[in-house]
């Protein structure tokens, strides 16, 4: 057992990946001497020398890219993009050329390329360092799409990503990179691919991912107070999205609210709303509600307390949700 | 009102005094003091060969498409030297990265007809195993690959040994952001990568001054590499730049930007109209330059092949014309449930229940279809 915190747990995921298999490189910006601005990477280049962790010019096309033709020649390159929202220059390589290459060749190319983005908000950041992208990355057939709520799947979900034989969007709740738990690393981690209910409760399912788990777990605590025993599914996976784990929750509570801080229009919430009211249709006694972002553009940070889904929208929900 | 933005140096259409050319358009040899060729009277036969069979594959294939057989074609005609030349100067272990016109290329690295004619009959998206022909395949993205290419000659770095890479594009592909970046990367990390552009003059409609001020082999100077401009037409000029140019990436020299001056002689594909656009009077300058006429006269001239041989060419080419089209005719049609087949390699459970759900309703019409 030890106590790490999430960034922490992800830097010695990273590790045991890159002491598992010689051919797994590191590459971004700022990934070597620096560690990363959130210091993921610390320490690695020190250990595994420049051509293993490798700082890339400033071009996140490019780290995708030549991330692509290492995969083609054997290698399997974990590449960081510093924030979400500087992931768009690499939109192209990431949807284009590394969804597409093994159905392209019929399987006989395989990209085990991990793409790591530092998501969503929270932190008081300036313009395009608080967004959540998994929509576009999660509608894009050939990809993975992951995103870690804790220090335990931080350390276990890298280290699948990595030895996925296809590509995978790693995301990680910036938010919560300080945030501490023990957890045990010698541990049988869950697939990567499979959601976990992280509470049990009888009256409303809440489905969330990344950041917003503990926000979910928070209201859980708080609806107690109220008599209510809310179910909690970490999603953990979102592409391919592990809709049987909901839909079996739906099954036994028929409410279901999605949170997620990523606006709500034909985000993973409506995917989920869709697939619930396919297979559980005659469980549901309410709607499906979404709690999210709204449908604008990430507002300025001294706007965010109030576009980002918290506690008390996520109750309003479960009430809504409840008095249907 | 129209923004004045000054007046675009007209291209030299001779390429300028900085060309490389070891063969004339008139079939003379010549000698260049940094691209010394030791090359055999058989191996220059082979050139011809190879240059008059792959513009036999762009007749057919373009005939092809006319007769409905093939969706679309990007034809070669004109480019023969440049793609036969650098094919022929990359060792079997050498990665190539093409652009979706180097059917050249694809013969160099052992390419089958019907391997190439699948994508433009709308099969798959390119019927050659890349680990097997060591040539990735055609990337239609216009200069996404350099970026792969360069990676992948990070990658050759790493394992140590003589290989190295070449990445194809055109002019247009020149204004790539991603070409861009891929001149960064190999110069930083000094990659063992050869950048093969083919300037044809033209990107669709679009003329070589919307792309560039100057000559696109000066841009490598600024990215820290060395460019330079050979005759795209004249095969054995390709060759030895090429050659030494793959060398010098091969002993730790790094990236080397070659232009190969040359010209787009039909249209951009079946789909396009180049009368809309370019005057005939060009087409006329250009013809001069054939980079097959003057592999052809200087054989003769020098004795070094006869009527005979050239004979025998052209026999080998109708024979190779009628394999293309066989193997173009007789390409089955994909099944309907192939569409499902290796998005992922580790397949999922939501796309498996699509795809059973697909076959399931397809089922539903056997009655109907009997």
Redesign the interface.
């Known amino acids: 057992m030890g106590t790490y915190t999430l960034a922490k747990a992800l830097n010695e995921g990273l590790r045991a990946a890159m002491d598992a298999d010689p051919k797994v490189l590191i590459m971004g910006e700022d990934v070597g001497k620096l560690g990363g601005v959130f210091r993921v990477t610390d320490g690695l280049q020190k250990d595994f020398g420049e051509d293993r962790v490798i700082d890339t010019p400033l071009a996140e096309s490019g780290i995708i890219g030549t991330a692509i033709g290492l995969a083609m020649r054997g290698y399997r390159p974990i590449c960081e993009i510093q924030f979400d929202g500087f992931v768009y220059p690499a939109f192209d390589q990431i949807v284009s050329q590394l969804a597409k290459m093994h159905y392209r060749s019929k399987g006989t190319v395989s990209l085990p390329v991990t793409v790591r983005i530092p998501f969503g908000g929270g932190i008081g950041a300036v313009e395009h360092h608080s967004e959540s992208p998994e929509a576009y990355f999660s509608h894009t057939a050939g990809l993975k799409v992951v995103a870690c709520s804790n220090p335990a799947d931080a350390f276990h979900m890298i280290q699948q990503s990595v030895a996925s034989d296809d590509p995978v969007i790693f995301l990680e709740p910036k938010r919560r990179y300080w945030e501490k738990a023990e957890f045990d690393p010698t541990a049988t981690p869950d697939p990567l691919h499979q959601a976990r209910v992280v509470r049990t409760g009888s009256d409303l399912t809440i489905a969330a991912y990344g950041p917003m788990v503990k926000v979910a777990l928070d209201a859980a605590t708080a609806a107690e107070d109220d008599g209510r025993q809310l179910e909690v599914i970490d999603l953990r996976s979102l592409s391919p999205l592990d809709s049987d784990t909901v839909v079996q929750s739906v099954r036994r509570t028929g409410r279901l609210v999605v949170v997620h801080e990523a606006p709500v229009t034909l985000g993973l919430g409506s995917e989920l709303a869709a697939r619930v009211t396919e297979q559980a249709f005659y469980s549901l006694e309410a709607p499906v509600l979404r709690v999210g972002g709204f449908d604008t553009p990430y507002p300025p940070s001294r706007l965010e307390e109030d576009f980002l889904p918290d506690l008390d929208r996520v109750l309003d929900a479960v009430d809504r949700s409840m008095a249907f | 009102m129209t923004v004045d933005i000054g007046v675009p140096a007209e291209p030299e259409p001779s390429g300028g005094p900085d060309l490389v050319q070891l063969l004339t358009p008139e079939g003379q040899r010549r000698e260049h003091p940094d691209y010394p060729l030791d090359i055999t009277a058989e191996q220059i036969r082979g050139l011809y060969r190879d240059l008059v069979l792959v513009r036999r594959i762009d007749v057919e294939a373009t005939a092809l498409q006319r007769q409905g057989e093939l969706g679309i074609w990007a034809s070669l005609l004109g480019q023969e030297a440049a793609q036969i030349g650098s094919g022929r100067a990359l060792r079997p272990n050498d990665m190539a990265f093409p652009s979706y016109r180097e059917h050249g290329v694809a013969w160099c690295r052992g390419v089958q007809p019907g391997e190439l004619l699948s994508l433009y009959r709308g099969n ?3 019927g050659w ?3 097997d022909r060591m040539m ?2 055609y990337s239609i ?1 216009i200069g ?1 690959h ?11 770095q ?2 140590g040994g003589e290989d190295a890479v070449i990445a194809y594009f055109g002019d247009g592909a020149s204004s790539q ?2 070409v861009n ?2 001149f ?2 190999a110069s ?1 990390f000094n990659a063992p990568v050869v950048f093969f552009c083919q300037n044809n003059q033209w990107a669709i409609s679009e003329p070589i001054e919307k792309q560039s001020r100057i000559p696109l082999f000066q841009r490598a100077r600024g990215f820290g590499f060395p460019g330079v401009r050979v005759d795209g037409n004249d095969v054995l000029g390709c060759l030895a730049v090429t050659r030494a140019a793959l060398d010098a990436a091969r002993t730790g020299q790094g990236p080397t930007f070659i232009e190969a001056w040359t010209y787009r002689m039909g249209a951009h594909t079946t789909s396009d109209d180049p009368t809309r656009y370019r005057l005939a009077t060009e087409l006329e300058i250009w013809r001069l330059r054939d980079p097959i006429e003057r592999v052809k006269a200087y054989l003769s001239r020098s004795g070094e092949a006869d009527a005979a041989f050239f004979d025998a060419i052209e026999a080998e080419a109708t024979e190779l014309a009628a394999q293309v089209r066989r193997a173009c005719v007789e390409m089955a049609d994909p099944e309907p449930l192939e569409i499902f ?6 397949p ?4 498996q229940a699509q795809r059973d759900g697909f076959a399931a309703y397809l089922d539903s019409f056997e009655e109907v279809r009997h």
Not at chain 2, 146 to 154: D, I
Not at chain 2, 341 to 346: D, G, S
Not at chain 2, 348 to 351: E, G, R
């Open positions: 798959d998206f390119g195993n890349p680990r990735s395949l993205v996404a350099a970026l792969h290419a360069t990676g992948y000659a990070m990658g050759m790493r394992d952001g991603d970046e891929a960064v990367w930083v087949a290796e998005v992922y390699a580790e999922t459970p939501h796309l």
